[in-house]
Every structure is written in C-alpha cells, then in structure tokens.
C-alpha cells in the first residue's frame, strides 16, 4: 500500500491494480466504501483497456478478433510504483495480454490539492501499431444513512436518458428519467437490474449529497463524457463512473474504430484523462 496525505486528506492506494483503497477527512470520516464482500469486495478499480462489457467479450480491429473481458485486465495486474511522495503516488503498468498485445505504458497519478484528489491516466503507444482503447475509473462512495438519503446534483440541466443494460450490453433506445433537471434523487429500484448509463450529459461535473449526513463527494470529468452510477441493492455505497466508452450496443458491429468514446493511438502518441475529486 501507498499512503499520501496533506493537512486534509489521507489517501491509501493499493499496488494491485493501483486501487484507490481509503480516503479520510481529518475528522475520520471515510469517504470510500471499505469493500464488504457481502455485496462487491473492490473500492474503485481502473477501467482499461476498455470500460463496460463487449459483444462476445471481444472486439475486431484489421480484420483480427481480440477477447476482452467487461471492464478490461488494469484492476487485476500489480503495478510498479514510480512515484510515492508526501502528497503524490504514481503507478504505472505495460501488461500485455492475447487481447491487447500492444507495445504501451499507462500511468495513473493521485495528487492531492487541498480537499482535490487529482487522478490522472496517461496512455503512451511505445509500438509501432495503432491501437484503440477505452478508460475510466469506478469509485465507490459510501453513503451513511443509506442509498436513498442520497442525490446526484448534476453541474447543467440535463434530460437524463438512461440506456438500459442487457446483459454487459446496452440497448439502443434509451428510457427517458426527467425532461428537465439538475438533481436525481437515488432509489434502490434504480439498480435492481445494474446501473444506471448516462453517455450524453451535458455536464461534466456532479455533486453527492447526502440529506443524513454532512459530508459531499464532487466529481469532475472534463476529458470524457459518459457517466455510470451503480450499486448493489441495500448496501452503503454508490459508484460515480465516469467512463471514455460506454458498454457495446446490443446491436454493434464489434469493430472497436466504430465504437463511441474509445481513443485511437497512434505509434508514439500519448493521450492524457483527468477527473478531479473533491471531498467535503
């Protein structure tokens, strides 16, 4: 485990799958579900090298088929620490595997700012061929008093359409939540299926507030635009995700240049994402 801290917060990330394990406010609040494994034993595992599930686990590029697993291999592998200062930890990772055989360094950084846990994903194709892939992060923020004293107020006035998971699959058509609104009181029936999977909001920032309890999560994801909440039913967490891709269409044609939000490398590029969160 690495521990950084600031006269703020206390941050543990763990080597194995560089997890983000703990955050602490100076008066012992924990801000991060501490994985009970009656419900789901992880915290907030990294998405790469794709985020969501894949039609047939799998995906084409150049006429070759590549099996991928939902979520991708990132939160499985130990990485090697690069960095571990007072207040900064960098991890990085070049696993490959038969479903991204790439030449590639990811390198995810946590800097803390006062009450702002910077995260930053840093891709790097170290190959000569290019390669496409998809990234996000999977916090899970406890909720004292339960799911539903709890609200996600979103930065712009939205019409939440939410598409509905089959499976790992999204279907094409969304269900429309509100016409016109900034907040979305959570329910339990919510996520009796899975998550709920916003790909088109205008914000890119949400607040979790919690009317039995004083303390607020802020998450901002200015280099991505879906957004992904989820939880297991009657447990004390919500996951605020935001994701570069959302989950394979039901109806998709499997080839991964087609598909919305993953980014394409080029040999010797390198390509950044960022998101902010703050605790309060």
Not at 205 to 228: A, F, I, Q, W
């Amino acid at each position: 485990m690495v521990t950084i801290s600031n006269d703020v917060l206390s941050v543990v990330i763990s080597e194995k799958g560089a997890e983000l394990q703990s955050v602490k406010g100076k008066d012992g609040h924990e801000y991060i579900w501490q994985a009970d494994p009656a419900y789901w034993a992880q915290h907030a595992p990294i998405m790469f090298p794709i985020c969501g599930g894949l039609k047939e686990d799998a995906y084409y590029l150049d006429g070759k088929r590549y099996p991928m697993t939902k979520h991708g291999f990132a939160k499985l592998c130990d990485w090697q620490v690069e960095e571990a200062g007072k207040d900064r930890a960098v991890f990085a990772l070049c696993h490959k595997q038969e479903g991204f055989p790439f030449d590639y360094i990811f390198k995810a950084a946590y800097q803390l700012d006062g009450n702002h846990l910077v995260i930053t994903y840093t891709v790097e194709n170290k190959g000569d061929t290019t390669f496409w892939y998809g990234i996000g992060s999977h916090e899970a923020y406890t909720t004292p008093g339960g799911l539903e004293a709890c609200t996600v107020v979103f930065d712009e006035t939205e019409k939440l359409a939410n598409y509905e998971l089959d499976g790992n699959l999204i279907k094409p058509e969304p269900v429309i939540m509100a016409e016109q609104t900034n907040e979305l009181p959570l329910k339990t029936e919510y996520f009796a299926v899975d998550a709920l999977v916003f790909p088109h909001l205008k914000s890119r920032g949400v607040t979790l507030v919690n009317s039995k309890d004083t303390h607020k999560v802020r998450v901002e994801y200015p280099d991505v635009s879906v957004l992904m909440l989820w939880t297991k039913p009657r447990a004390d967490y919500i996951c605020i995700e935001p994701w570069s891709n959302a989950p394979d269409y039901t109806d998709t044609d499997m080839q991964i240049e087609h598909k919305p939000g993953c980014i394409c490398l080029k040999a010797g590029e390198s390509n950044t994402v960022t998101h902010t969160i703050s605790f309060m």
